[in-house]
């Protein structure tokens, strides 16, 4: 239980190192990795069920050569592509968001490295290395937050687009 206190003294420690955007980006973080997870356990659950479902369907029609046949595959594939993809723009949106709130961190820590200048002078640099914290730790999280949702987010991506032309190919093996 002591582990936890200590645990919770070195986050909050490093949320006042960082400013309040330290922790807007804390909660993006988790946002989107909350979401990263859905997709993934979408992927290897629910997409398996979606996918037997409509190759099951395929499969009880007699029908499989018209042009009108063409467009019912095509619109199931297109059924199962999107459900897979899901939430991927809103995703990709947010590794997006985090460099930028990275950057609004760096912006408002150098306003008070300013103001700290302007108060005291050049000669205060304890006051002024406390601004330059404010506005590095910031960027940081935002990078970090950033890279490690672009490899998630990409993953995910290149999935879906592999799991669609599985399925194209399995539906036209069955033609």
Request: glycine share 8%; net charge positive; aromatic share 8%.
């Amino acid at each position: 239980m002591v582990w936890l206190l200590d645990i919770y003294g070195a986050i909050q420690d490093f949320i006042e190192s960082g400013g309040q955007v330290l922790l807007i980006i804390g909660v993006l973080i988790f946002a989107m990795w909350l979401m990263i997870l859905e997709r993934m356990f979408y992927y290897l659950r629910g997409h398996q069920q979606r996918k037997k479902q409509a190759l099951a369907s395929w499969r009880e029609r007699e029908d499989k050569s018209s042009w009108q046949a063409e467009q019912i595959r095509s619109a199931m594939i297109s059924r199962v592509y999107l459900a897979l993809r899901g939430n991927l723009p809103v995703l990709q949106a947010l590794v997006a968001l985090c460099p930028l709130l990275g950057l609004m961190g760096t912006v408002t820590g150098m306003i008070e490295v300013f103001d700290v200048m302007a108060i005291s002078g050049t000669g205060n640099v304890r006051s002024m290395a406390a601004g330059v914290s404010k506005a590095t730790i910031p960027t940081m999280a935002g990078m970090v937050g950033a890279l490690s949702g672009v490899f998630a987010a990409t993953w995910l991506q290149r999935a879906s687009r592999r799991e669609r032309m599985k399925l194209e190919d399995r539906m036209l093996l069955e033609h």
